[in-house]
């Protein structure tokens, strides 16, 4: 009797069974596995967007500096001795001779003063004016105007020690930094 | 299975015939059938088809028979007809092998003649195949035997399988059950034989072919059935001989005597001859009270399907044990084993009517399942994450590294380039200190700028200093006094960071701190003169020297502190 019981029973519910937990199982695990494809596409998402605002934040401060590095990229591109020669020159042109003098130029590569603290390379270039005190004023804004990179580390200035001979003329020492590129 | 048969929906399959409603009862004596309609709800009897011996028998007509049968049962739109045959036509008896003898073996008898009979009887050489038996027990005390075997023939068996086939071959259940008419008459007896307290009896069963004798001890107990063949007479030749011999091997005196007459034309003088033969006991013609319908003469189909009133069927033990246990309902032609095997249990349809809803259940689960997934797939699918190009993300994530790396040198530069040091502006801040006929004459200016040491910060301060000596008059001693002051340099480098638009000289920094100390002296070569005699590079023209200096200090948390690493 119950001849019938297994095959019904295997037939009847424990095929089914397996064949709906196959089925649910497979569901859950097509699921999962794209949950976790979505949770990985979202991280990379949100760090898009983080980054894309970032972008987006630095790009609009940078875009209104971009002029200012492009142009300081132009002055740092020549060699600071060289560019000091060439605009105190041209500095020279629209001053009377009479009161800007240089007298002396001195350029040394090693470091010495803000250039010794920092890892920046750098030169320290020593210069000797004779001039009037305004004309000179005049020729140091404009110097140091075209040349942001110099950074003054010393400035003296004397009166002519000849006391024989009183001059309007005075003795200007200033030391830079110049930071290289 | 669930498909093509009502098996799972119609209990009847698994019903005995006597509990369907429809109940077609078929009496076979010999000389006549009689068949009969009963409908056991109504408690009705109608008359059945007219059947012959020869339908029964003869498979060629059996076939029209069979049909018939299911037309008129159709007729009564019953779910299943239970077709009960009585077979009045034969009655025998075999003993039990003698060494069985034990009364609380019975069950194992029973089922032991059913399956195996040859291992129960006494007399082996009838043929299983061609017989069957069935136990029947001898309650009564004083029984030299615990029971008997009723043995009748398998020659109806080929009409009931017909039936059953019919039956499934049209999807309605026809359940058959072959009845010993003699038995079912002595179940019987309780509803009409006087049984007398303390008087033994015989139940003398009169049928066209044999006559049945059931002999009763005192308490109305069976000890003895035995049958009496007519031999083509109208009653058994040697009856009294047999009642005598039984009554003195059963030591009966004078028990009463029931006639039941269960045939047409029975001989009616047997009461008569009986009455003379056994003046001492006392004779009675009993009857089966029949219902309307069923003929007075052919009582077990009423027997056999309705149960008597409460406590009829227990007047004796013998009696209450015939219909409680159904000893005198077994089936003599059950359909066979092997053939019952072949279709699913009771138990079984209903297992898998049960599963189908299970899997119906499943099938539910598993849509709604896939249902999930689907909106949850197509919801993953919608939304921008998932349209989003990886690639992307190391694009714009580069994109970021170059624009943070061009704004770390923006800011590098930016912060080079500060304007913290500038020759012109200190130029600016001694023309202000000392503006022209302020009554000062500037000696020496010198002025530097060293930066803080401290290793390890990213950012570092820077010291600057400022160093003037000169000589002043009198009128320039209240102005230096005024610089003395802290207020009095702060105000200057205010205003000086203000004209200048250089943010160094802000002194309202909290980073930033400024100190002044200035120290006047008398002019040793001062030679008091006429103010009109006097000009401003005469230093003998000065009572006073002085010697002033400045010291503005920045932290390295100062706006202005210069970054120590070097951005590539």
């Not at chain 2, 049928?207 to 083509?232: G, K, V």
């Not at chain 2, 020496?444 to 950012?459: C, N």
């Not at chain 2, 103010?531 to 400045?550: A, G, R």
Request: hydrophobic share 40%; with cysteine.
């Amino acid at each position: 009797m119950n001849l019938y019981r297994q095959s019904i029973a295997l037939f009847g519910i424990v095929l089914p069974v397996l064949v709906c937990a196959l089925l649910i199982g497979l569901c859950f695990t097509l699921k999962s596995r794209t949950l976790a494809s979505l949770e990985n596409k979202q991280t990379l998402f949100k760090s898009y967007e983080t980054s894309r605002l970032k972008a987006l934040e630095i790009e609009t401060k940078i875009t209104l500096q971009r002029p200012h590095i492009t142009h300081w990229t132009e002055l740092l591109a020549e060699e600071s001795s060289s560019a000091v020669n060439t605009h105190l020159r041209t500095i020279a042109e629209t001053l009377p001779s009479k009161e800007f003098q240089k007298t002396a130029f001195e350029r040394s590569s090693g470091k010495g003063g803000f250039g010794s603290a920092v890892t920046q390379p750098s030169s320290q270039l020593r210069i000797v004016f004779r001039g009037t005190f305004r004309t000179m004023q005049l020729a140091f804004l404009e110097l140091e105007s075209r040349m942001p990179q110099l950074q003054l580390q010393e400035l003296r200035i004397d009166p002519n020690p000849n006391q024989q001979n009183p001059s309007p003329l005075l003795n200007f020492q200033v030391n830079y930094t110049a930071w290289e590129n | 299975m669930l498909h093509h048969s009502t098996r799972a929906a119609n209990p009847a399959w698994y019903q005995a015939a006597l509990e369907l409603d429809l109940q077609l009862h078929i009496r076979v004596d010999g000389p006549s059938v009689a068949s009969f309609f009963f409908e056991r709800r109504k408690e009705q009897w109608t008359k059945g088809p007219a059947i012959t011996e020869a339908e029964l028998r003869d498979a060629a007509k059996m076939e029209t028979c069979v049909a018939e049968i299911l037309k008129q049962a159709r007729v009564f739109k019953a779910s299943a007809l239970g077709v009960i045959i009585h077979l009045a036509d034969e009655f025998a008896t075999a003993e039990l092998k003698p060494a069985l003898d034990n009364p609380a073996a019975l069950p194992d008898l029973r089922e032991a003649a059913v399956q195996k009979p040859a291992t129960i009887l006494d007399d082996s050489s009838i043929p299983p195949d061609q017989n069957s038996w069935r136990v029947l027990p001898y309650p009564a005390q004083g029984s030299g035997v615990i029971g008997t075997t009723v043995t009748l023939t398998r020659k109806y068996a080929p009409f009931l399988t017909a039936l059953r086939q019919i039956g499934e071959a049209n999807n309605f259940p026809v359940i058959t059950h072959a009845l010993s008419a003699p038995l079912v008459a002595v179940m019987g007896l309780a509803q009409c034989a006087p049984f007398a307290p303390g008087k033994s009896a015989v139940a003398i069963l009169q049928y066209p072919w044999f006559s049945a004798l059931a002999f009763f001890n005192e308490h109305a107990d069976l000890l003895l059935i035995r049958t009496l063949q007519h031999r083509h007479l109208r009653q058994a030749p040697n009856l009294r001989h047999a009642l005598t011999t039984t009554y003195a091997s059963l030591e009966l005196i004078d028990p009463d005597l029931f006639i039941m007459s269960l045939g047409l034309d029975l001989d009616t003088g047997l009461h008569r001859e009986l009455g003379h033969a056994f003046p001492l006991s006392r004779v009675t013609l009993v009857a089966v009270p029949n219902p309307d319908g069923v003929p007075a003469w052919c009582p077990e189909p009423g027997i056999a399907a309705t149960s008597p009133a409460k406590g009829e069927a227990a007047r004796s033990l013998t009696l209450g044990m015939l219909r409680d246990e159904k000893w005198a309902l077994q089936d003599f032609l059950p359909t066979p084993k092997e053939i019952g095997e072949v279709y699913p249990t009771r138990a079984e349809m209903r297992l898998l009517r049960g599963l189908r809803l299970a899997r119906f259940g499943l099938c539910v689960v598993g849509v709604l399942v896939l249902a999930w997934f689907a909106f949850g797939v197509v919801d993953i699918v919608r939304s921008d994450a998932w349209t989003f190009d990886p690639g992307q993300a190391n694009i714009i994530k580069g994109r970021l590294n170059n624009l943070t790396t061009e704004r770390q040198k923006s800011q590098h530069w930016d912060n080079l380039l500060e304007d913290r040091s500038k020759a012109w502006t200190s130029m600016e801040l001694l023309s202000r200190l000392f503006p022209e006929r302020c009554g000062v004459l500037v000696k020496s200016f010198a002025h530097t700028l060293r930066a803080d040491t401290a290793p390890g910060q990213a950012k570092i301060g820077f010291v600057k200093e400022w160093k003037i000596t000169g000589l002043a008059r009198d009128e320039a001693l209240d102005r230096l006094n005024t610089l003395n002051t802290q207020e009095g340099i702060t105000s200057q480098f205010q205003e000086l960071a203000r004209v200048t638009g250089n943010p160094a000289f802000n002194p309202a920094v909290r980073t930033r701190s400024l100190a002044v100390n200035i120290r006047t002296q008398e002019n040793n070569m001062f030679k008091p003169l006429p103010v009109d005699e006097t000009f401003d590079t005469d230093e003998s023209s000065y009572p006073f020297n002085f010697d002033l200096t400045i010291t503005q200090r920045f932290e390295g948390t100062d706006p202005m502190a210069i970054n120590v690493s070097k951005v590539n």
